[in-house]
């Protein structure tokens, strides 16, 4: 076995490795709390344990699989922002607790079906298209997502209660904590100034280990920093009480048998779904801003406010698959239409309604019946 390159590369692979550890552990773990903030407290050790895991994950998957030197593989700020927004609206639809209970679940298989993509992206080649992409937009598409990450994080550098928008955080100068304020200056000074005189040390680790150092400073003369009990800078215990983490994990992967593929499509904002109030991507539609040729699926008689919307939105040239719900009928989908027409027509009404039904008409992109 030829160490030769091991040897040589040794040093660096440890400080690169160490750097990389100290940076990206802590930001996976802000991440997988930012996501799961909208579910609530109690789903705060889900988050930061899943940010680790996929840190954890990563930091073995991208050295095998590939990687690009003087990068780090790790959880990024734009998944993150979609993940919460995705999050942020299946808890709008629907907060009750039974449904938030499976939100971790459709999260996973969304992050599944995405890694895939991703998979499937790169065996295509697909990584060469961003040099069609003009600049100007990856550097304000990257420019948005610091500020971002700056706006969420000025109030926490201030030292300000949980839940302060940027804007109050910046119009109270006098709420501002000193203590944070100096922890966060000397992290901020020594990333920055560290390089011009240490070129051994990555300067993330040097800040980092500089702002352990200032804060340990400060609890000299404020023996309260040295608790963890009420304390504001301390994250806390990532697992709640007599709960283990393969408990958790376990609670985690039975939650999947209650989940429904129409369901995740609906919340995602793939599949229409109605009784009384048809949807489109989670909002109720309106038949003026139905452009010919838009696809949708519905129930005979649906309405929204009163409103039979699929006539019109058939009249405005929309393709519709129209089921009638059949309650009479018990058990899974049933496709006894030959027709290739038919059989789509059913298979995807079925797929959308939680009943059984009858295929009743399908539009073509002139408003007109096809079948």
């Known amino acids: 076995m030829d ?13 690169g490795g160490l750097a990389a550890t100290l940076v990206a552990l802590p930001s996976a773990i802000a991440f997988g709390l930012i996501i799961f903030a909208p579910l609530g407290a109690e789903y705060s050790a889900r988050g930061a344990i899943g940010g680790i895991l996929g840190c954890i994950a990563i930091g073995f998957l991208a050295p095998l699989l590939g990687g690009t030197a003087r990068l780090v593989s790790a959880p990024c700020a734009p998944a993150a922002a979609v993940l919460s927004v995705f999050v942020m609206e299946m808890v709008r639809r629907d907060g009750s607790p039974s449904a938030l209970a499976l939100v971790p679940a459709y999260l996973s298989v969304v992050i599944l079906i995405s890694a895939g993509l991703q998979i499937l992206a790169g065996t295509l080649k697909g990584g060469r298209i961003i040099k069609y992409i003009p600049y100007p937009v990856v550097a304000g ?8 990450i700056f706006t969420a994080q000025l109030p926490k550098l201030a030292g300000m209660p949980k839940g302060t928008t940027f804007f109050a955080a910046l119009s109270s100068p006098g709420s501002w904590q000193t203590g944070h304020l100096i922890v966060g200056g000397v992290t901020m000074a020594a990333m920055v100034l560290a390089p011009r005189f240490i070129k051994a040390i990555p300067g993330a680790i040097i800040a980092l280990f500089s702002g352990v150092l200032a804060y340990f ?20 215990p990532i697992l709640p009480k007599n709960v283990s983490f393969a408990d958790m994990l376990s609670a985690h992967f039975s939650s999947f048998g209650g989940m429904r593929l129409a369901d995740l499509m609906q919340r995602a904002g793939f599949a229409p779904g109605g009784a009384s109030d048809v949807s489109v991507t989670g909002f109720a539609i309106d038949h003026r801003k139905v452009a010919p040729g838009t696809v949708f699926g519905a129930f005979q008689g649906a309405a929204v406010n009163g409103e039979d919307f699929i006539a019109a939105a058939i009249e405005a040239g929309a393709v519709a698959i129209i089921a009638r719900p059949e309650a009479r009928v018990a058990g899974a989908l049933h496709i006894a239409d030959a027709q290739p027409r038919r059989a789509f027509a059913q298979l995807a009404a079925g797929f959308f309604a939680p009943v059984p039904h009858t295929i009743v008409a399908v539009t073509g992109t002139n408003g007109k019946t096809s079948c």
Not at 141 to 148: A, F, M, Q, R
């Open 141 to 148: 598409y990257l420019s948005g997502v610091g500020l971002l």
């Open 217 to 236: 400073a400060l609890a000299l003369t404020d023996s309260s920093l040295l608790t963890t009990v009420g304390n504001p800078a301390v994250i806390g």
């Open 3 to 15: 160490l030769t390159h091991l040897k040589r590369n040794l040093k660096g692979d440890l400080f």
